[in-house]
């Protein structure tokens, strides 16, 4: 793990994540599923948005983009056509991916563009005052939402599904070990990839909601996660309060910078 952490992150603490956060796991996942790849650092691109998780960017130790609210994507966007051969990663939070940047969202997993889009979900907007995210569930507490929120919550693995992501998972920061193994196949997939990461806010979204410190929150995950082997063993009932992990959805669909590609040889030939 020692030498992880000096081959993939710049030396730079204290960091901005409050204790108990569970964005450095995330990042870790994603670190490891990276390394378990062997991917070359130099033809790997971290982007980021705004927000706890789009801070992560500026801790590793890669050609890194911190770019404007809600705008990761349509950054990521321009490095993969322009260099194509690039491993683009984007990290992004449940608001900046959902809420200001969810546009950009349906858009890239419509084109199918090959990204991997990592988005932490901590159920809230957690640096910027605790307002509620599109993925607070309803009638959970925010400063935004004192008395709860009356809105209807993102399923975002669906969404991204329904706009034609062909790589689809959920994973926790409590099952580190099948994070890392989700991410790393979301690297591996040909095409427009998410991986929803499940994790915990103690500090912002745990008090108002009095869901306790970070373990109790890491035992809630732990409790109320089924993976989707499981799920297929249990009647609706049993799954009435639970969420799945693992690989959601998989499918295949060209990819967007191929078919661009394409595009440009049929210009370059005078053809239509």
Excluded at 148 to 158: L, N, S
Excluded at 171 to 197: C, W
């Amino acid at each position: 793990m020692e030498k992880i952490i000096e081959k993939y992150y710049r030396p730079r603490l204290p960091h901005i994540w409050c204790p108990g956060c569970g964005n450095g796991i995330v990042t870790g996942a994603i670190v490891k599923a990276i390394d378990k790849l062997g991917l070359d650092q130099n033809k790997t691109v971290i982007v980021s948005g705004i927000g706890c998780s789009s801070r992560a960017s500026g801790y590793l130790n890669f050609d890194t983009v911190h770019s404007a609210h809600g705008r990761a994507l349509p950054v990521a966007t321009g490095i993969k056509l322009a260099e194509p051969d690039l491993n683009v990663i984007v990290v992004t939070g449940d608001g900046d991916g959902t809420a200001i940047g969810g546009n950009h969202f349906i858009h890239a997993a419509r084109r199918n563009i090959n990204l991997t889009v990592i988005l932490y979900n901590n159920n809230i907007y957690g640096m910027t005052g605790g307002q509620y995210s599109p993925l607070t569930p309803t009638n959970n507490k925010a400063t935004t939402a004192p008395y709860g929120t009356v809105e209807r919550t993102f399923d975002i693995a669906e969404l991204a599904k329904a706009a034609g992501a062909t790589f689809v998972a959920r994973g926790t920061a409590y099952h580190t070990q099948m994070l890392v193994d989700l991410i790393a196949q979301a690297i591996s997939h040909d095409g427009f990839a998410l991986v929803e990461a499940i994790t915990q806010c103690p500090i912002s979204y745990g008090r108002q909601n009095k869901m306790g410190d970070a373990p109790k929150m890491l035992a809630w995950q732990r409790d109320h996660a089924v993976t989707v082997e499981a799920a297929k063993k249990l009647a609706p009932e049993q799954l009435a309060d639970k969420f799945l992990i693992g690989v959601l959805h998989k499918s295949e669909a060209p990819e967007y910078t191929k078919q661009y590609d394409l595009i440009l040889a049929k210009a370059q030939k005078g053809a239509r």
